[in-house]
């Protein structure tokens, strides 16, 4: 199982980025997919998930701003980001849930400036 994550970068705070996590080694149409992200000293959290059939979540401080989404041809999920802020500097890292364990790709560095 590999998951190959890219489109980070550096952005003016009201800008925009897109995501990309491309995989492999998974049945795509089944499987769910998160996005989490890690800011410097912080956690790792949550950010957005949609399931196989495409229903997506989001925590609260992203709604209205991060749209997750699939693409089941390319096997890969999105994170579309507009009107970034300084607070969503992190390293955004994609995930599933894959027979009985937990797979990450290697994360993506956004940042925002004010």
């Known amino acids: 199982v590999q998951l190959q994550a890219s489109g980070g970068g550096l952005v003016q705070a009201g800008g925009s980025l897109r995501l990309s996590c491309r995989t492999s080694?998974?049945?795509?149409?089944?499987?769910?997919m998160n996005w989490y992200r890690q800011a410097p000293e912080k956690q790792r959290d949550l950010v957005a998930n949609v399931t196989s059939g495409g229903s997506a979540d989001y925590v609260d401080s992203v709604k209205g701003r991060f749209t997750i989404s699939r693409d089941y041809a390319r096997n890969t999920v999105y994170l579309q980001m507009n009107n970034l802020k300084p607070e969503d500097t992190a390293v955004y890292y994609c995930?599933?849930?894959?027979?009985?364990?937990?797979?990450w790709g290697q994360g993506t560095l956004v940042t925002v400036s004010s």
């Open positions: 080694g998974v049945n795509f149409r089944i499987a769910g």
């Open positions: 995930n599933t849930l894959w027979r009985g364990r937990e797979w």
